[in-house]
């Protein structure tokens, strides 16, 4: 293949990709900067591996998979610098200091805190990213049955802790008034 | 309320937030950035460096092969080198040796103090790059506060101020005025930069911007700063363990966990690099207990490859004890890394990133990244904010 269909190639699945992938790294890093270094390093991984990106939706997966290597390893790499990427650093930081759409839920955080990292994963990627099963199976490199069974059990994970974590909101689904008074 | 509903709800940011960003100026420069980069890093495998030193990795590595091209050896089988440097030979044997500097910085900085209402960290940044014609070389600051708060009831701020950009050297400032003295400057896209600076998108300008302010939401709030890639809460922070040993241990066991990102790097030589620079984040970008930051010092003291490099002056001015190491910021492109330390007070004072480039006239230019620490550590000062907010 010329370099020139190299590049509209990557050109076409960086555009289709680009907006899912900011995503992922902003709802999982905790500064701009981190997530811009994520989406750049996933890129130029991708761009460096092209000959193994595969063609449609299988190449977006691929591209999570690649993110969540790059998001366990990115940090030392000593590409990030304050001073590469600072266009996108920008904009990403706007992503960041808009006040968040959800209010702050007491216990959340900390439930969320209290899963493992797979488990959180797990929940992250059918929540956060809308992958299904089969979908996540093939970003964590598992089989379809193992996913589903996974996220299942994460699922229940989930809702144990956040009872731990709100034992308020826990005892407000059966006893209403009596919770909403003492609040 | 459904429990996926409120793990949904946790998310930053919302696909709608993200709708249109796939052609913003930002995602066309990484573009551009990206296939700009050579395919196949095929260079780095002729390297010398790569070759397997038992038990002996990256900075050994890295230093070796960069130092075989820059002149002075090292011995490969001594920890640290004094490494006089040839201009400073007559006061050589006087000079204090890398592992000295950090033992000292390592007494210094046990005695800081070790709490206060909020880890502040200042810092001012500066970053050279060329002109578009490759004519003389420019840099830019920006100045940054980071004021981080253990207590609930105090907000995280961030305090940002762009400094405006100039000729790096009077030598530069010669070239920009018979250039005109421009006060912006247009980069054409495929701008071809060695990859030593990013091509900035907009026009840059010369001028200064606003102080400004912005309140951190989100998983801010409650995060102590990074380690190893993760956040940490100041809990975690606070059970980072100050001993040496098992200093070192845990942030080994930390590393280990990571995966090799796919980036070709071999895996001994990269998680010996980010030994060191979880060290150097331990001295300067998390608010560690005095013994801890003491203690990350004495690691640095005891791995190979980085040298004392005599005195020298910091971007702002200030005088402070050297040490070097190499650093491989891409594939077959070497990075001379400068920590400036404070011995007497154990504080880092700058870490300086330099590389060379080559401008129209053949004139060879260096091309400094630098980060100069203003203030690192607890106080119970609060920010100065400016009226201009985000």
């Known amino acids: 293949m010329s370099e020139r269909d190299d590049r509209s190639r990557f050109e076409a699945v960086y555009r289709r990709t680009y907006e899912q992938i900011l995503g992922y790294a902003v709802r999982r890093c905790s500064s701009p900067e981190d997530a811009a270094d994520v989406v750049a390093e996933t890129y130029v991984i991708a ?38 990427h600072t266009e996108l650093t920008g904009e990403v930081e706007h992503l960041y200091t808009t006040p968040s759409h959800h209010g702050e839920q007491d216990g959340v955080d900390e439930a969320m805190g209290m899963l493992s990292d797979s488990d959180r994963e797990l929940l992250a990627l059918t929540l956060w990213e809308g992958l299904d099963p089969g979908e996540i199976a ?31 909101a826990a005892r407000f689904a059966s006893r209403p008034l009596i919770e909403r008074e003492s609040r | ?83 006089p440097q040839p201009s400073t030979s007559a006061s050589a044997a006087a000079e204090p040796t890398a592992r000295q500097i950090l033992l000292a910085a390592a007494v210094a900085v046990e005695k800081a103090p070790a709490s206060g209402d909020y880890w502040r960290t200042a810092i ?54 018979a250039a005109g003295a421009p006060t912006s400057w247009r980069y054409p896209k495929d701008m071809k930069t060695d990859q030593l600076f990013s091509v900035p998108f907009k026009p840059l300008r010369a001028a200064a911007g606003e102080r400004t302010a ?40 930390r590393i280990g966990r990571l995966e090799p990102a796919g980036s070709g790097m071999d895996v001994e030589e990269a998680r010996a690099h980010i030994l060191l620079r979880e060290c150097v984040g331990l001295i300067s970008g998390l608010p560690a207990s005095p013994e801890v930051r003491a203690s990350a010092y004495r690691i640095l003291a005891s791995l190979p490859g980085i040298r004392a ?3 020298m002056t910091d971007p702002l001015g200030r005088r ?5 190491y190499q650093e ?28 060379t480039t080559e401008l129209a006239n053949g004139r060879q230019a260096e091309l400094r990244l630098s980060t100069s620490f203003q203030a690192i550590g607890w106080t119970d000062d609060r920010p100065e904010l400016p009226t201009h907010r985000n």
């Open chain 2, 309 to 311: 490099e005599g005195e």
């Open chain 1, 138 to 168: 093939t970003v964590l490199d598992c089989s379809r049955n193992a996913a589903r069974i996974r996220l299942h059990r994460a699922r229940k994970r989930f809702a144990k802790a956040l009872e731990k974590t709100r034992p308020s």
């Open chain 2, 124 to 177: 001012v940044a500066r970053w050279m790059l060329t002109d578009p014609t490759r004519s003389y070389v420019l840099e830019g600051r920006r100045s940054l506060e980071t004021w981080l708060a253990k207590r609930p009831d105090l907000q995280y701020w961030r305090i940002r101020q762009d400094l405006g950009v100039k000729p790096a050297t009077p030598q530069d400032e010669a070239a920009w005025r």
């Open chain 2, 320 to 324: 402070g004890q050297t040490l070097g």
């Open chain 2, 328 to 355: 491989e910021t891409e594939p077959g492109l070497f990075t001379r890394v400068q920590l400036v330390v404070d011995p007497s007070t154990g504080l880092l004072l700058a870490e300086v990133r330099t590389n």
């Open chain 2, 1 to 83: 309320m459904n429990n996926d509903q409120i793990f949904k709800d946790r998310a930053r940011v919302l696909d709608e937030d993200l709708a249109g960003r796939a052609s913003t100026a930002g995602a066309d420069a990484l573009l551009a950035e990206i296939v700009a980069l050579e395919r196949v890093p095929a260079r780095r495998r002729l390297l010398p460096s790569r070759r397997k030193m038992a038990g002996r990795a990256l900075l050994g590595l890295a230093a070796a092969a960069a130092v075989a091209v820059i002149g002075p050896a090292m011995q490969s089988d001594s920890t640290i080198s004094v490494a």
């Open chain 2, 214 to 253: 912005e309140r951190l939401h989100g998983t801010w709030k409650g995060s102590a700063g990074d380690l190893a890639g993760d956040s940490m809460t100041w809990k975690e922070v606070r059970a980072i363990p100050g001993e040496p040993g098992k200093l070192r241990s845990y942030l080994e066991e």
């Open chain 1, 47 to 84: 761009w460096r591996r092209m000959t193994d990106l595969p063609d449609g939706e299988a190449g977006k997966l691929w591209l999570y998979g690649v993110a969540r290597r790059v998001l366990a390893n990115h940090r030392r790499s000593e590409r990030r610098r304050l001073t590469r």
